[in-house]
């Protein structure tokens, strides 16, 4: 079963949070999750396409942080695999990615890729199993080639059309692949008269293909198709599908069955609006163009596919009275069309519809549309085999946009939709799963991701502020260690919504563990918390049985991270006949370990921080110190200097007086009192403190004399006593005492 892909582009602004519905049937789309990990750049334009056994490919672009590479993972019916990077060659951006996949297994993927002058087409093949090596499949240097189209028959042979530039026109070019090597690229449509473009290429079962396109008569674009037959390995000439020579057609979509049926639908100007035409094979001839759809307002955008029994959907955009576009949708039961209807009821325009259709007529469209805002969703619908059902969201998001949503489908109804959407700082590549198995066992694990201000964490009816866009992760408990280890496997991911809430949905039992992302500098980063640096005051995993119902409150609590700063001792006695260093033990703290280092900056005036400890002479410095990963403390010793001259008591600050990744908490600076010990002491009695009496007869003191006492910490009061400093003889430092 082919996928149903058309290129747009879409400018996506901010975060996006995914969420998930389930239809009351008990179908379900899955939780989202990432096809790929790579955060260095953005990741867009993904397509996909399946086989009849549940096997797919998807294929995007992705940034290096210099230029867009070509990438793809793999869906073996149950699990995605790896991303992979599927070419190596570094001359420029690659961009239109084509995947066409058989049932077999096989599939060959499609780009052009900038050489530094112009746009060459790329190919590379897989075998089922492995990916070979990247091949530029034509050499001719006239102008750019771009937008290539592949498709793939059972044997694994393949044919890729492409437009390329030739004298300033632009004509259609075409290889083949015969299943072990490529050919030689040639002519397949010659703009003579006005450009002719490539849209579209489809294979049956056997080789035989059609390809559509639109082609310019010199006044207007007409929709043509040509025939390729695999036995004569030769193309036929091309056939007008359409005669309407009021205005421009163009967008044709086509698909073949395995009776080599085909159908094509394209739109057309009727010198008012535009509308949805159709025109279909049988094997052997084309019938009359008939018109679809009977709206008032413009058609477009327009999607289809046909399975083998001759069923065909076609779904598109239409506008409406209210000036928004709506998601309509027709079908052909292999004889006529039917009547158009509407698929969705939402208020907000509707974008861009892809469909797909399994043996048993039952069908699946999703499309964009416009939540507040102006942001844009993941949503979709499924006709169950006679009628549509409701539209339910597929990927929701409450802030920022999801862009080139694409699905594909088994004979079974099992889909696939990928898309890529942005977290805040790039977009990323996702992917859902779409089941047909009845979801009556399946359950969800939910929580939320908040502030825990109190760092107790509990959270309690006060803390109400949930963190935003804050990664968490399912694993299966594979080792039953009831923590994540690297055994354990990844069921999905998600990010938490406004409220900083997360719920993972259609989950079936089975012990799990969730994982949140705990890297202070994720946190700090998104604008949406504030651009503070939050740690941990819970577990960063959390186990979680699923037995038969519902589990909620999976709950992380972070704390907003504030450093404080404590010194080991607050005094230092100067010693004249040691002249020697004492230090003075600072300690930087933050409430809990981060995943990333985190630096401060400390420094004051009239410090110790160099030997420069004389009468009169202030010093200062300031130094870097980091907690780093996986620590709550860091220390560092201040040098206060010891000198033999007689002086005043000198005082020095230790303060934080900047920081990074931090916020500063109450306690941020402490002052430490050197005196002299050559002062003499007036001890005092009772309620008086004791005093210093320091001489300044020192040549080189510049210290003024008109004050000779500088207060010292008062002593303890305690009544009946005679306290005051003595000098021990051992250590030679004054030691206050009571009596």
Not at 165 to 189: C, D, F, M, P
Not at 233 to 254: P, R, S
Not at 371 to 391: K, L, P, Q, Y
Request: glycine share 8%; proline share 2%.
């Amino acid at each position: 079963m082919r996928s149903i892909i058309f290129l747009f582009s879409l400018v996506v602004v901010a975060s996006l949070f995914p969420s998930y519905s389930t239809q009351a049937s008990g179908l379900a789309w899955s939780q989202a999750q990432l096809l790929e990990h790579d955060d260095i750049g953005n990741a867009t334009d993904p397509h996909i396409d399946m086989n009849i056994n549940g096997k797919a490919v998807a294929v995007w672009q992705q940034s290096d942080g210099t230029r867009d590479n070509m990438w793809a993972n793999t869906y073996d019916g149950n699990t995605w695999g790896t991303a992979q990077l599927i070419e190596t060659n570094n001359a420029g951006n690659v961009g239109y990615a084509d995947v066409a996949i058989n049932d077999s297994g096989e599939a060959i993927a499609v780009w052009h890729q900038f050489d530094d002058t112009r746009n060459n087409v790329w190919a590379n093949t897989y075998n089922g199993n492995t990916w070979g090596t990247a091949q530029l499949i034509e050499t001719n240097n006239a102008g750019n080639a771009f937008e290539p189209k592949v498709a793939i028959d059972s044997s694994g042979r393949a044919l890729v059309l492409w437009n390329q530039i030739e004298n300033g026109k632009i004509n259609i070019w075409v290889n083949r692949y015969a299943g072990n090597a490529w050919s030689t690229a040639q002519h397949l449509v010659t703009g003579n008269v006005g450009n002719a473009i490539i849209k579209q290429v489809d294979m049956d079962t056997s080789g035989n293909a059609i390809a559509v396109g639109h082609q310019s008569d010199g006044i207007r674009n007409n929709i043509w198709a040509t025939m390729y037959t695999v036995v004569t390995n030769t193309w036929g000439d091309t056939q007008l599908l359409e005669n309407d020579n009021v205005g421009d057609a163009f967008n044709a979509q086509i698909d073949i069955n395995t009776s080599g049926h085909a159908v094509v639908a394209w739109e057309q100007f009727d010198g008012t609006r535009y509308n949805i035409w159709s025109n279909t094979y049988d094997g052997t001839n084309w019938t009359a163009p008939e018109l679809i759809e009977y709206g008032s307002g413009n058609a477009q955008y327009l999607s289809l596919d046909m399975n083998d029994n001759g069923d065909v959907f076609v779904v598109w955009e239409q506008r409406d009275s209210s000036l928004n576009y709506d998601i309509w949708s027709n079908r052909f039961d292999g004889n006529t069309w039917g009547s158009a209807e509407r698929i969705e009821t939402n208020s907000g325009v509707g974008y861009y519809a892809k469909i797909v259709v399994d043996n048993n007529r039952k069908a699946i469209a999703i499309w964009q549309q416009a939540a507040a805002a102006g942001v844009f969703n993941v949503w979709s619908n499924r006709f169950d085999g006679n009628t549509w059902g409701s539209a339910q969201l597929v990927d929701v998001n409450n802030i920022g946009n999801i862009g080139a949503q694409h699905i594909a489908m088994d004979n079974n109804g099992n889909a696939l939709a990928v898309w890529h959407r942005h977290d805040g700082i790039r977009n990323n590549i996702w992917t859902s799963s779409y089941t047909t198995v009845v979801t009556s066992t399946r359950h969800s694990i939910s929580g939320t991701v908040w502030e825990d201000s109190n760092k107790n964490t509990l959270k309690e009816n006060t803390e109400n502020i949930g963190l935003k866009n804050v990664k968490v992760t399912l694993y299966k408990d594979v080792d039953n260690s009831q923590t994540y280890t690297s055994l354990d496997t990844l069921v999905a991911t998600t990010h938490t919504d406004m409220s900083g809430n997360y719920v993972f949905n259609n989950i079936a039992n089975s012990n799990f563990v969730v994982v949140v992302n705990d890297a202070s500098v994720s946190l700090r980063n998104d604008l949406l918390n504030g651009s503070h640096t939050y740690g941990l005051t819970t577990s960063k995993s959390m186990f979680v049985p699923l037995q038969n119902s519902d589990v909620s409150n999976t709950n992380f609590g972070f704390a907003i991270a504030k450093v404080r700063l404590s010194v080991d001792k607050t005094t230092i006695s100067e010693d004249p006949t040691l002249g020697n260093t004492t230090n003075v033990t600072v300690y930087l703290s933050v409430p809990t370990a981060f995943e990333t280092g985190v630096i401060f900056v400390y420094g004051g005036t009239a410090s110790s921080f160099t030997p420069v400890a004389t009468a009169g002479v202030d010093y200062s410095k300031q130094d870097y110190v980091g907690i780093s990963a996986g620590n709550t403390t860091a220390s560092f010793a201040i040098k206060a200097i010891h000198d033999t001259l007689p002086e005043y008591p000198e005082r020095f600050d230790v303060e934080i007086s900047s920081m990074t990744n931090v916020d500063k908490d109450d306690i941020v600076k402490s002052i430490i009192t050197i005196f002299d010990d050559n002062c003499t002491l007036d001890f005092g009695i009772y309620s008086y403190a004791p005093r210093l009496n320091c001489g300044t007869n020192s040549i080189i003191s510049t210290r003024s004399s008109s004050k000779s006492y500088s207060p010292l910490p008062p002593k303890r009061q305690e009544t009946k006593q005679i306290c005051g400093y003595v000098k021990d003889i051992k250590t030679r430092k004054l030691v206050y005492v009571c009596k």
